[in-house]
């Protein structure tokens, strides 16, 4: 069960766009909700040991987030050959 409720199945609209659905998934990131957990391991964890939650959620993120290159404002191809990354 999804903890976010406008993707859960019964409360999706033909009308939801893509720019609501990216601005929950914004607001859920710098609002995780733990009263409303899909995972309530992890939501504890906020709860009595949030120093630990960041510490794996920072952890989590440089093992699996993608890498992307930097973009200059001067050019791309100077970015992309100066081989820049983005975590």
């Known amino acids: ?3 976010l ?13 893509i720019e609501k659905a990216i601005q929950s998934l914004i607001s859920l990131l710098n609002d995780p909700q733990p ?16 120093e630990a939650f960041l510490r794996t959620a920072e ?3 440089r093992k699996y987030a993608e ?3 930097a973009i200059s404002q001067s ?3 100077d970015a992309i050959s100066s081989s820049s ?3």
């Not at 019964?10 to 766009?17: E, L, S």
């Not at 009263?35 to 939501?43: D, K, L, Q, S």
Request: with cysteine; net charge negative.
């Open 1 to 3: 069960m999804m903890c």
């Open 5 to 17: 409720t406008i993707l859960q199945y019964d409360n999706w609209k033909t009308g939801t766009t």
């Open 35 to 50: 009263e409303r957990p899909m995972r309530p391991e992890i939501a504890d964890q906020i709860y009595k040991d949030n």
């Open 59 to 61: 952890e989590h993120t």
């Open 67 to 69: 890498q992307r290159l």
């Open 75 to 77: 050019s791309s191809s």
């Open 85 to 87: 990354f983005l975590v």
